[in-house]
C-alpha cells in the first residue's frame, strides 16, 4: 500500500541511508582487504586503456590516474579497497568509509560543487547516473579542461557491483585489485551459499529500512531480497518489487520468524514490540529482532559480502556462528 507523502518520505530516506550510512563497521576482513591493495597496485597496467562506461560512452584514458574525485559513497569504498586512497582528492558530502575519507575534500553530493572539482583538477571524476542525466554541462566542462569523467550507473545486485569494481579498476590501472576482490566476494559468498544446504526449515524474514509510521521494505529487485535467497531465508516481501511500503497490519499477516532493521534504533525492541497487534508475531513472541549496518546491505560496494555474513548469523546461528 502506497502513500505518495510517504513515499516522498522514504525516497529521502533512502537517499540519505544510501550516501551516509553509519560508517562503524571495521572489520578485520575489510582492513585485510584494504591493506593488501595498498600494497598491490597493479604497476604493470598499460595506458592508454578504453573502457565503455556505464552510460555507454567511451572513454580513453591516456595514463595511469595520478589523482581522482568520486562523487558517490559506494564508488569511494571501491577506489580505497583498490589501493587508491593516496590519489584521493575529492569525495562526495556524504562519503563516511573508510576513516581516511572523512579528512578528503568534501565536493558535494548530487549537487556538485563543480568550482571545487576544477580547482582540484583531478585525472579522473567518478560520478553517478544522476549526475550524467541532470548535470551534462557541468561534466562537459570538466572534459573540456582534461578529466576523464566515468559514469558509474545503480546497481541492485552482486554482478552489477563486480562490474563496477572492474570498471573502476580497469580506469585506474588496478585490475589486478579488482580481480582479487572479486574472487574474494565470490568465494565467500560461494561457501555462504554451501553451507545454507543445511538449512532444513526456510525462516521467513521481514527486513524493515524505515521505521513507523511509515514502514518500507525491500522486495525483489533489491540486494536484501538477493541476499536473503542465498542463504535459503524466505522474504516476507518476496512478492513484491523493489522498495515498498507496508502497512503495520499487513505486515502482522505476514508472520515473519524473524525481523531484521537497517535504521539502529536505541529501543529496537521497545519500538518493534509495542506495536499494537504485532505481539502474536512469530518473531516478537521468539525474540527474533536484529539490526544489520545498513551499509554493508544497500550500499553497492566490496562490503556487500560482510552484510550477507552477518545477517546468515542472525538468522540461522546454529549453521553459520
Not at 574474494?184 to 543445511?198: G, P, T, V, Y
Not at 518493534?272 to 508475531?281: E, F, L, N, P
Amino acid at each position: 500500500m502506497l502513500k505518495s507523502f510517504g513515499f516522498l518520505c522514504f525516497i529521502l530516506f533512502l537517499m540519505a541511508a544510501i550516501l551516509v550510512g553509519c560508517g562503524t563497521t571495521d572489520s578485520g576482513n575489510q582492513q585485510d582487504n584494504a591493506a593488501t591493495t595498498e600494497t598491490q597496485n597493479d604497476s604493470v597496467a598499460e595506458f592508454p586503456v578504453t573502457i565503455i562506461d556505464d552510460a555507454g560512452r567511451e572513454v580513453t584514458i591516456e595514463e595511469e590516474p595520478k589523482s581522482i574525485v568520486s562523487i558517490q559513497a559506494s564508488i569511494t569504498e571501491i577506489s580505497y579497497a583498490l589501493g587508491l586512497g593516496d590519489k584521493m582528492v575529492g569525495v562526495s558530502d556524504w562519503c563516511n568509509y573508510p576513516e581516511e575519507a572523512l579528512s578528503v575534500d568534501k565536493v558535494g553530493g548530487q549537487d556538485m560543487n563543480a568550482e571545487l572539482i576544477l580547482t582540484l583538477l583531478p585525472d579522473i571524476v567518478l560520478v553517478t547516473d544522476y549526475h550524467h542525466r541532470n548535470h551534462e554541462g557541468i561534466l562537459n566542462q570538466f572534459e573540456e579542461v582534461g578529466m576523464n569523467v566515468i559514469v558509474i550507473g545503480s546497481k541492485s545486485n552482486f554482478d552489477e557491483v563486480y562490474d563496477s569494481i572492474e570498471l573502476i579498476g580497469k580506469s585506474t590501472g588496478t585490475s589486478k585489485n579488482a580481480e582479487e576482490i572479486i574472487t574474494d566476494m565470490k568465494q565467500r559468498h560461494k561457501e555462504l551459499k554451501e553451507k545454507a544446504k543445511a538449512v532444513t526449515d526456510q525462516k521467513k524474514v521481514w527486513v524493515e529500512v524505515s521505521p513507523a509510521p511509515d514502514i518500507f521494505t525491500t522486495g525483489k529487485g533489491t540486494f536484501m531480497h538477493e541476499m536473503l535467497e542465498s542463504i535459503e531465508a524466505i522474504n516476507a516481501a518476496g512478492d513484491q518489487e523493489g522498495w515498498v511500503m507496508l502497512t503495520e497490519e499487513e505486515i502482522v499477516q505476514l508472520n515473519p520468524d524473524v525481523i531484521i532493521t537497517t535504521y539502529h534504533l536505541e529501543n529496537l525492541q521497545g519500538e518493534i514490540t509495542s506495536r499494537q497487534g504485532w505481539a502474536d508475531v512469530s518473531a516478537v513472541k521468539n525474540g527474533q529482532i536484529f539490526d544489520v549496518e545498513s551499509d554493508t546491505v544497500i550500499r553497492p560496494g566490496p562490503r556487500l559480502i560482510e552484510g550477507v555474513e552477518t545477517l546468515a548469523k542472525q538468522i540461522y546461528p546454529e549453521i553459520f556462528e
